[in-house]
């Protein structure tokens, strides 16, 4: 006897308890496979979107621009600074002293102002001349201080004073922080 196919496959699919055409039902990572991905989003510009950004980029580097070329001109202008702090600590290291504290005061306030200004000035005078040419607040050379910068150079060189230490700090100051833009007249 036989029997039909179509019963078969019936008696086959309730054996199993699937029916023909249905596929298993799929876990959740499954289905997450099908997903098709996100599309990405379209890159970001570099330039700027509006000309509000651009006008306000090139005004900030012209700023820039300025306040580098006035600092390299400072820089440049303060160039007798330095020359001067390299020679004071070179002759200073060379046993000096004092002789080399007035010498190169006296030509960087030289290089620094009118010769007319500088060159005939010398004790109180001097001392004047120095204190004016300093900003305000700023501490100055005392009596003390201005008397041996004015005689101790002219002495032997064993009489050279004890508060070298103290100098030295006074005339480098006077020769990072003077203000040469100030028109200062002697008396």
Same mark, same amino acid.
């Given at each position: 006897?036989?029997?039909?196919?179509?019963?078969?496959?019936?008696?086959?699919?309730?054996?199993?308890?699937?029916?023909?055409?249905?596929?298993?039902?799929?876990?959740?990572?499954?289905?997450?496979?099908?997903?098709?991905?996100?599309?990405? &989003? %379209?890159?970001? @510009?570099?330039?700027?979107?509006?000309?509000?950004?651009?006008?306000?980029?090139?005004?900030?580097?012209?700023?820039?621009?300025?306040?580098?070329?006035?600092?390299?001109?400072?820089?440049? @202008?303060?160039?007798?600074?330095?020359?001067?702090?390299?020679? #004071?600590?070179?002759?200073?290291?060379?046993?000096?002293?004092?002789?080399?504290?007035?010498?190169? #005061?006296?030509?960087?306030?030289?290089?620094?102002?009118?010769?007319? @200004?500088?060159?005939?000035?010398?004790?109180?005078?001097?001392?004047?001349? #120095?204190? @004016?040419?300093? &900003?305000?607040?700023?501490?100055?050379?005392?009596?003390?201080?201005?008397?041996?910068?004015?005689?101790?150079?002219?002495?032997?060189?064993? %009489? %050279? &004073?004890?508060?070298?230490?103290?100098?030295?700090?006074?005339?480098?100051?006077?020769?990072?922080?003077?203000?040469?833009?100030?028109?200062?007249?002697?008396?």
């Amino acid at each position: 006897m036989s029997v039909p196919s179509a019963a078969v496959d019936q008696a086959m699919e309730e054996a199993v308890g699937e029916t023909v055409g249905e596929s298993p039902p799929l876990m959740l990572s499954q289905m997450i496979d099908q997903l098709s991905p996100a599309p990405e &989003p %379209a890159p970001i @510009a570099w330039w700027p979107q509006t000309w509000g950004w651009l006008v306000l980029g090139l005004v900030i580097a012209a700023l820039l621009a300025w306040r580098g070329w006035r600092r390299y001109r400072q820089w440049r @202008a303060d160039r007798y600074r330095r020359e001067a702090l390299a020679e #004071l600590r070179q002759r200073l290291a060379q046993g000096e002293g004092i002789v080399a504290l007035a010498e190169v #005061l006296r030509r960087t306030a030289l290089a620094a102002f009118p010769r007319q @200004a500088v060159a005939s000035l010398r004790g109180d005078a001097w001392g004047r001349f #120095l204190n @004016a040419s300093l &900003p305000s607040g700023t501490t100055g050379f005392d009596d003390r201080a201005i008397a041996q910068l004015s005689s101790q150079p002219y002495r032997a060189p064993d %009489a %050279a &004073p004890a508060s070298l230490e103290a100098l030295t700090p006074q005339v480098e100051r006077w020769i990072r922080r003077h203000d040469a833009s100030r028109s200062v007249a002697h008396e």
